[in-house]
């Protein structure tokens, strides 16, 4: 009886990790299918519906058992968070960010630039009137980097982030210091 126990106790927690490590595969391999990674997907595919089929036949053997479909439902559940987790942090492409001022822009595309992200900028109409626009092209991992900019220089600012499947040619950022650039155009300034 205790025997079974432990196999029955074993299998459920097989159950669940088996699911964690599916799901959060999976969802990583949805990501990358979005983002044109056309040769790791299928990869990650493998290895997903392999560990899914041994999670599914670990239920299958207590088919009757309500502990089992609950296991396998909380695995499910916890992969999928998992799953997110791990994309945000290698925070995979690129990213469009577009800023919307009223305020007369002069520092912050000079700032962009200066930290080495590319900045387009464009006068447009809004609802009350007058507005400029700063397009940048960034990678995800620096996107915060690029917000933390726009709200020291245009707190105001509204701002949109939106993903970018590819581009072609233009301008992209390059590894700066933030604080030590800043200081370098503020002494350039003088």
């Known amino acids: 009886m205790i025997d079974t126990l432990d196999s029955s106790l074993l299998g459920l927690i097989f159950i669940f990790f088996a699911r964690i490590a599916d799901v959060s595969i999976g969802t990583m391999r949805i990501i990358l299918i979005s983002r044109g990674y056309r ?4 990869l990650l595919g493998f290895f997903e519906v392999i560990i899914w ?3 599914i036949g670990e239920v299958m053997k207590g088919i009757g058992s309500t502990a089992s479909f609950v296991v396998y439902g909380a695995g499910f559940a916890t992969g999928n968070y998992v799953g997110m987790m791990i994309e945000s942090k290698i925070a995979i492409g690129i990213q469009a960010v577009r800023i919307i001022t009223t305020e007369k822009i002069v520092m912050l595309p000079l700032v ?4 080495g992200y ?3 900028t464009i006068k447009g109409w809004g609802a009350r009137g007058e507005v ?3 397009f940048t092209i960034v990678p995800r991992k620096k996107v915060e980097q690029v917000m933390e900019i726009v709200r020291m220089f245009e707190p105001g600012a509204f701002i949109t982030v939106e993903d970018v499947k590819s581009t072609s040619h ?3 950022a390059r590894k700066r210091n933030f604080s030590k650039s800043l200081a370098g155009l503020m002494t350039k300034k003088k």
Do not use: D, K, S, V
């Open 170 to 172: 233009g301008y992209f």
């Open 112 to 115: 962009l630039r200066q930290e």
């Open 39 to 42: 040769y790791l997907a299928p």
């Open 132 to 134: 400029n626009i700063i």
């Open 118 to 120: 590319g900045a387009t």
């Open 53 to 55: 089929l041994a999670a």
